[in-house]
Every structure is written in C-alpha cells, then in structure tokens.
C-alpha cells in the first residue's frame, strides 16, 4: 500500500558554531570534566549531553547515561519544535547539527534497554528509525 498523504519537510536545527567549537575541544580530551563544561555553557546543545551519555555507557553506568541522554534528548526536542518539527517526519542525519539529538536518542535507547526498561528502548529505537535509517545505521 502506497501513502498518499505527503511526508512533513525534514527539521534541520540550527548550527551553533560555537557549541561546535567547545564540543570538538573537549574531543581532545574526552573526559567528562570537559564535557561537562560543554553542557553547563550550552545546556540546550543536545552535543554535550550526547558526548556525556556515550561516555556514561562505555563505564557501564547506564543510569548514569540515561539521565544524560534523556537530558540531551528533551532539549533536542525542544529544539526541533522552535524549528518547526511538529512530532513526526525526518531529522537527518546528514545535517550535523541534528546529530547530537539523534545520538542522545540512540544512548536513550541503549541505557533504557540496560536498566530493564525494554518498552522504552524499543520506542527510542523506533523513533531514531523514523527520523532517519542512516543515524540508525550509524549508530548501530
């Protein structure tokens, strides 16, 4: 069966050139310390959160990661509405300002699933999907 009814426009937040900027010299290090500079100086940069969570995971503490991701996820969201996103439709991977949102929403995922919330990781998983395959495939 073929839908008729047309997709919504993909949502492409905007850049922030200089949570970039923090987000990448942080990289260098990839301590929490310094991430944790990047998401006290841009709290509504899903980036710093993302970056938080993915570390988060990798010292195998899931609760931890997930009130990163989840932080990074709900400012994400706030995100997108401010730029027309109105629930559903696709947010590109291929746009890089859209990748900090969708890593949170993957980490979300992956520590929902670690701490038994398997409902939850499930919807996380689907929603990444419907955003875009290739973030899912990415980050997968």
């Known amino acids: 069966m073929q839908n008729l009814l047309p997709e919504p426009p993909a949502t492409r937040l ?9 987000l990448a010299n942080a990289a260098k290090t990839g301590t929490d ?22 570390n988060a995971l990798a010292d195998k503490q899931p609760v931890t990661a997930y009130a990163y991701a989840r932080t990074g996820y709900h400012r994400g969201l706030d995100s997108l509405r401010r ?29 929902a699933a670690e701490i038994g919330e398997a409902d939850e990781a499930a919807r996380c998983a689907e929603f990444l999907r419907d955003s875009d395959p290739a973030a899912a495939d990415a980050l997968s």
Not at 14 to 22: I, K
Request: hydrophobic fraction near 40%; charge should be negative; proline fraction near 8%.
């Open 83 to 111: 730029s027309g996103w109105k629930g559903h439709g696709p947010v590109p991977w291929s746009h890089g300002p859209n990748q900090g949102f969708l890593r949170c929403l993957h980490s979300l995922s992956l520590a």
């Open 14 to 22: 905007p850049a922030d050139e200089a949570a970039d900027a923090a």
């Open 33 to 54: 310390e310094a991430y944790k500079e990047v998401a006290a100086r841009f709290p509504a940069y899903s980036g710093g959160w993302a970056a938080l969570a993915q």
